[in-house]
T-cell receptor, first 112, second 113 residues
Framework: EDQVTQSPEALRLQEGESSSLNCSYT??????LFWYRQDPGKGPEFLFT???AGEEKEKERLKATLTKKESFLHITAPKPEDSATYLC?????????????FGAGTQVVVTP | NAGVTQTPKFQVLKTGQSMTLQCAQD?????MYWYRQDPGMGLRLIYY???????DKGEVPNGYNVSRLNKREFSLRLESAAPSQTSVYFC????????????FGDGTRLSIL
């Protein structure tokens, strides 16, 4: 059974204070690892897909990396608008129809 | 671009009442999904529809039924609501095969008293 664990559960940062979020996963074979951002009262918004160990993706102040057992979402010099819950999900090779296993998320608050 | 549209946005029910949550997507996606989101537990898959005409159970299907009305629409029905079904419900869609991401609606916040 695919499993995803995210840490920490919550993170409070000062504006400009860089940090990293962790997503540990177990899956029979990784087809893809997905990062989403979720704002309060909204649905998850897609950020990145990573496919293989060593891969990196960047978008503005966010950078996602992938190893064989975990992924990191690095937030560089965050701004208050980066405050959100960040979700990680995996899709295994046994799945043919796009089903995802989600972690519980990391809630990030960035204060001015 | 509407994407995935869910109705209603909020609903309060009494225990034992029934209700249908509606979801429609305009991206011509093959696969659609229903999730529930509870504090500390993340998104859990209730049912999914790999393609028009098919539906399958996910992780937490008990107490729910679904209908894939056509390629655009996928509804979730609570036949006899229970307080344990108080949650935020999200509908999502994806092309299906391949590694395209799922796209989510903004959810239905359901309270059962």
């Amino acid at each position: 059974e695919d499993q995803v664990t995210q840490s920490p559960e919550a993170l409070r940062l000062q504006e400009g204070e860089s940090s990293s979020l962790n997503c540990s996963y177990t899956v029979s074979g990784l087809r893809g690892l997905f990062w989403y951002r979720q704002d309060p009262g909204k649905g998850p918004e897609f950020l990145f897909t990573l496919y293989s160990a060593g891969e990196e993706k960047e978008k503005e102040r966010l950078k996602a990396t992938l190893t064989k057992k975990e992924s990191f979402l690095h937030i560089t010099a965050p701004k208050p608008e980066d405050s959100a819950t960040y979700l990680c999900a995996v899709r295994g090779t046994t799945d043919s129809w796009g089903k995802l296993q989600f972690g519980a998320g990391t809630q990030v608050v960035v204060t001015p | 671009n509407a994407g995935v549209t869910q109705t209603p946005k909020f609903q309060v029910l009494k225990t034992g009442q029934s209700m249908t949550l509606q979801c429609a997507q305009d991206m011509n996606h093959n696969s659609m999904y229903w999730y529930r989101q509870d504090p500390g537990m993340g998104l859990r898959l209730i049912y999914y529809s790999a393609s028009e005409g098919t539906t399958d159970k996910g992780e937490v299907p008990n107490g729910y039924n679904v209908s894939r009305l056509n390629k655009r629409e996928f509804s979730l029905r609570l036949e006899s609501a229970a307080p344990s079904q108080t949650s935020v419900y999200f509908c999502a869609s994806s092309p299906g095969q391949g590694n395209q991401p799922q796209h989510f609606g903004d959810g239905t916040r359901l309270s059962i008293l």
